[in-house]
């Protein structure tokens, strides 16, 4: 008994700095990490290094300013800073909710390797559409930017709120945080690339709204992003769970309705800013102020978008003619099951009308049965 236990122990505590140990421990080693930052602060001789990594910076409000006017920021090399924080807190909290919320509830689903590891992607980026969704829209209901859309371009480039610039600074740490995940989280190696694309999509984008001060329309269009993926994913879930097909091609319809109303607003909402709002206000580039309202930049992003709404659009009606395909499949396949099985339901009811009539009628049937089908051929 005392050998098993001693193998048991061996193989639930691994080496320390082993693979195995990085893994099963990531969470609490990037956590003590944090920790050092925020204990950093509390110490005289530390606190301004570690406020640079905590705090949001490069505000354009003097602190001898009325405290009541709202804080105002624009962008800066602190941010990258902030970034790195914030990409150690997403680790932290990824590895929390993996721990006690996805792996609790896939346990009770008895789900293949498969199917496991879609169910897990699909959660986590559930929870942080949603996180997204509701923040997002937040800003755009303080900030009014559906209701007062041209100050999209006749106020650019506009100075960020504290929630605006820390939706960013969350939206690039959690993009970056999706390499390390590859490893801590065990995908497999023919998953990677479509990973690794998808956060390198998102993280590009991302910091490409916020550097050349598109952070408004970036937004809008990230929250209509948001919505159409997080339908898909929430139905992808319900069809890992649920064995009800006609709530499963339910949801899978209004998830493909907003899917496809996502990218057609995405492409109008480009048009309207790209090519119609900002042309009107065009003005010399100015690194200083932050204006990158040039048409070289401007129709490159709107060229990127396109190209990219474009691709989403082609991979979706890719999946669905699949889709369609697989499902066709099954169904000639039971089609030509029944014909079969009703030829043979039609010889054998032959047979036994047959069996009902005397012998001499039986013989003549036969014969005028033998007569017709070579005349046939």
């Not at 140990?21 to 001789?45: E, K, P, T, W, Y």
């Not at 909290?93 to 879609?118: C, G, N, P, W």
């Not at 890992?240 to 109303?261: C, G, I, Q, R």
Request: hydrophobic content about 45%; some cysteine; aromatic content about 14%.
């Amino acid at each position: 008994m005392v050998a098993i236990k001693g193998r048991k122990n061996s193989n639930k505590n691994p080496p320390i700095f082993s693979h195995e140990f990085i893994i099963q421990n990531h969470g609490d080693i990037v956590s003590f990490v944090a920790m050092i930052f925020m204990i950093g602060l509390m110490v005289q001789a530390t606190s301004s290094w570690a406020y640079t990594f905590i705090a949001i910076h490069h505000s354009l409000t003097s602190d001898t300013e009325d405290l009541a006017v709202p804080m105002k920021y624009t962008t800066g090399w602190k941010d990258g800073c902030a970034v790195f924080f914030y990409f150690l807190i997403t680790i932290v909290m990824h590895a929390v909710f993996q721990e006690h919320i996805f792996d609790k509830v896939s346990k009770r689903l008895h789900l293949s390797k498969i199917k496991l590891s879609k169910f897990n992607e699909c959660s986590q980026l559930i929870l942080f559409y949603t996180l997204s969704l509701l923040w997002g829209i937040d800003i755009i209901i303080r900030e009014n930017l559906l209701l007062n859309i041209s100050s999209l371009w006749k106020e650019y480039p506009v100075p960020l709120a504290f929630s605006s610039k820390l939706f960013f600074i969350g939206q690039l740490a959690y993009w970056l945080h999706c390499y390390p995940e590859l490893y801590f989280q065990r995908i497999k190696k023919e998953d990677i690339p479509p990973r690794v694309f998808q956060a390198s999509i998102g993280l590009l984008f991302t910091f490409a709204a916020y550097i050349f001060n598109f952070q408004q329309v970036g937004i809008l269009l990230l929250v209509l992003h948001y919505i159409g993926d997080t339908m898909l994913h929430g139905a992808r879930i319900v069809h890992f769970v649920s064995k009800n097909e006609n709530l499963t091609k339910m949801l899978f319809l209004v998830a493909n309705s907003v899917y496809v109303f996502a990218r057609i607003a995405t492409f109008g909402i480009a048009i309207l800013v790209f090519l119609y709002g900002l042309s009107q206000v065009e003005s010399e580039f100015d690194y200083a102020t932050g204006n990158f309202n040039v048409p070289a930049i401007r129709f490159s992003a709107f060229s990127i978008i396109v190209l990219f709404q474009a691709y989403l659009s082609y991979m979706f009606v890719k999946k669905q003619i699949k889709r369609a395909r697989d499902n066709a499949v099954p169904v000639q396949a039971a089609l030509k099951s029944k014909q079969k099985s009703k030829k043979k339901e039609g010889r054998k009811s032959a047979a036994f009308e047959d069996d009902d009539l005397p012998e001499v009628d039986q013989a003549t049937k036969k014969k005028f049965r033998s007569r017709s089908s070579v005349k046939e051929k």
